[in-house]
Structure formats: C-alpha cells, structure tokens
C-alpha cells in the first residue's frame, strides 16, 4: 500500500517512517505546513527535513507556496481554534496530494507528538479521507516519542522548540508579568 505522509518536521518523521516501513507499507512524505512563522524558522525545518530524507531514503514533495497568510487569516479573531483549522489545513492539502498523485492512504507525522490533539486529527482526517476518497491511516506513534527525541538528538538533527506557528511560539518563549 502506498501512503502518503504528510510530514511536518525531521524530527517526528522518524518514528512513523519506521513503523510504517516497518508495516510494509511504501511511503512518500508530504512537506505543507504554511503556520510555521517565522519564515527562517519555516526553511530551517525544511533544510533539516531534506537532510534527514536524503539520509532515510524517504522521496518527499513539498508545496510550492509559503501560505503564511491564509493561516493568518484562517485562525484570526479565532486564535483559541487555531490548531483545529491548522490540523484542517494540512490534512487536506495532504489528502488532495494523495489522490491527484494515486496513493492508497494518507497519513500524518503530527501522530507522533504527545503535543497534539490526537482525536481531532484522527477525526478530521477521517472525514477528508470519506470526502475526498483517500483513506486516513491512524497510528497512535506517542509511546515512541522517547525514542525518536533520543535518535534525532543522536542524529544532530535541528530541534525546534514549538509547534511552528507564532502563537505557539508566543506561548513558549513569553511568560505573563516577566
């Protein structure tokens, strides 16, 4: 079975690529992730993803767009919803690749973060699975996440320290009253 993996960073990739590989499943990753902010920190992960999939002999697509404003547009005045339309967004962009290019399945690389809100996206992407006709492979990869910070530590891979978009990285740099 082909799937499409929609992968949002080196770093998470490295547990679903081997599980999946692991399945005998055959994977192509999928690099869309317009809330990344700010645009530096967006090809730094980038850069570091190509360096790890040249390495894992993983064939990745990436958009050709930095849609940073859409994302904007998509969560202002609705910043507490922001990882619902986020998670929306890249799942179908995902999906819609998955079926123009002919995979079985799509999946995302998000399962893996213990940071993630894994019913929703188990959720939505299972209903744009139903919508679009490509259906969503779910694997809870979060008992892994010890071992894929110890490996991409091990790897020298770049480690970001939020999830990517400017409200995250708000919340992790800036702390009320200090």
């Not at 998670?87 to 799509?106: C, I, N, P, V």
């Not at 996206?121 to 490509?134: A, F, T």
Request: contains cysteine; hydrophobic residues 30%.
């Amino acid at each position: 079975m082909k799937v499409l993996l929609h992968t949002c960073c080196a770093n998470c990739a490295i547990v679903p690529l081997r599980r999946l590989r692991e399945a005998g499943l055959q994977l192509s990753g999928f690099f869309y992730n317009p809330n990344i902010h700010p645009y530096q920190e967006y090809l730094r992960r980038k850069d570091t993803l190509e360096t790890y999939a040249q390495g894992a002999g993983l064939d990745i697509m990436y958009a050709n767009e930095y849609d940073l404003e859409e994302f904007l547009r998509g969560v202002a005045f609705r910043e507490h919803e922001r990882c619902r339309y986020c998670y929306h967004s890249r799942l179908e962009a995902t999906a819609q690749m998955a079926k123009r290019e002919g995979f079985d399945a799509f999946t995302t690389t998000l399962l893996y973060s213990r940071h993630q809100n894994h019913l929703l996206i188990k959720e939505m992407g299972e209903n744009l699975g139903e919508r679009i006709s490509v259906p969503f492979y779910y694997e809870d990869f979060r008992k892994w996440w010890q071992e894929g910070v110890n490996e991409s530590k091990a790897m020298g891979l770049y480690r970001q320290h939020y999830c990517g978009c400017i409200y995250s990285e708000k919340e992790r740099y800036w702390r009320k009253g200090k």
